[in-house]
């Protein structure tokens, strides 16, 4: 039979490790960026494309349990990797459109040599969050395709409608493209399985969190995918594409994140060739 005091010593232990994971996961892992760097091997990738930098911000959702001065520090951080690109991976927000604007603006002083482009996701408003997104100088891509030239190289940059929210279709997506690589940014990765049919060489999605709490030798109890949590975070090769699924920056459904810590990802192209 253990004695009172024994009793007392363990429940105080016990109080203090939940106090101590609560703080950890409500206070200190949200703010704790991780910058991912990730080289992509890239077949027939044109030469005066190798070497190229893309930094990925998912999943900002910006709203009370992720504020302003958070997303400001989490662009000071991308401008400092100096990207060639940035790609926003959808959902801007969460809940209320009211934080929209701030993110918005936040987002403008995003700075890359070769453009910012986006795709929404579920949590965003097609036209209000397209339009938004637009007047502060983000190329907005929705089931559509950019060129991306260097001198007389070029590739693609695409970028789908949202796979639950929107109207994902790759065939306009890809309308006219030829056989130079094709990069896209997809906000849900459960995409991935009409995307591996189309001859896309790389993707960058984000939807998942990484789950957002993830239990030691366990991980994800909650992704939401149909995959569970197959493609919860990390990098996937799935017939010739890659995919990669950044963990985001910000919270949903509870504000917490326990060994999923928020993520800024910069990736490098380079020629599988030459990298073999
Ligand atoms: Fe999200």
New binding site residues.
């Given amino acids: 039979m253990i004695s009172r005091r024994t009793f007392i010593k363990g429940a105080c232990g016990y109080v203090l490790g939940v106090m101590s994971v609560g703080s950890y996961s409500c206070l200190l892992e949200p703010r704790w960026i991780e910058i991912k760097n990730v080289f992509i091997n890239i077949r027939a990738l044109p030469e005066r494309f190798e070497g190229m930098r893309i930094a990925q911000l998912s ?1 900002i ?1 910006h709203c009370k349990y992720v504020p302003r001065e958070f997303i400001k520090k989490c662009v000071r951080k991308v401008n400092a990797l100096s990207p060639d690109i940035i790609a926003l991976t959808g ?1 801007f927000v969460y809940g209320s459109k009211e934080f929209l604007s701030s993110v918005a603006e936040e987002l403008s002083e995003l700075k890359a040599k070769e453009g910012v482009f986006a795709v929404l ?1 579920n ?1 965003d408003n097609k036209d209000v969050t397209a339009d938004t997104l637009a007047k502060r100088g983000i190329r907005v891509l929705i089931n559509e395709h950019v060129p991306l030239y260097r001198k007389k190289d070029y590739l693609f940059i695409a970028g789908v409608d949202d796979l639950w929210a929107g109207k994902l279709n790759l065939e306009t997506t890809l309308k006219g493209v030829d056989s130079k690589p094709k990069i896209l940014l997809c906000h849900n990765p459960d995409a991935i399985e009409r995307i591996k049919h189309t001859g896309i060489d790389f993707v960058m999605a ?2 998942t ?1 990484g789950g957002q709490v993830c239990l030691p030798l366990y991980g994800p109890p909650i992704v939401y995918s149909k995959f569970g949590t197959r493609y919860a975070s990390g990098l996937f090769h799935e017939e010739r594409t890659i995919m990669y699924v950044n963990k ?1 920056i ?1 919270v ?1 459904n509870f504000p917490v994140r326990f060994f999923a810590r928020p993520e800024i990802t910069l990736f490098t192209l380079q020629n599988s060739l030459q990298s073999v």
């Fill in positions: 999943d959702h959902d996701g949590h984000g939807h969190h985001g910000g949903s």
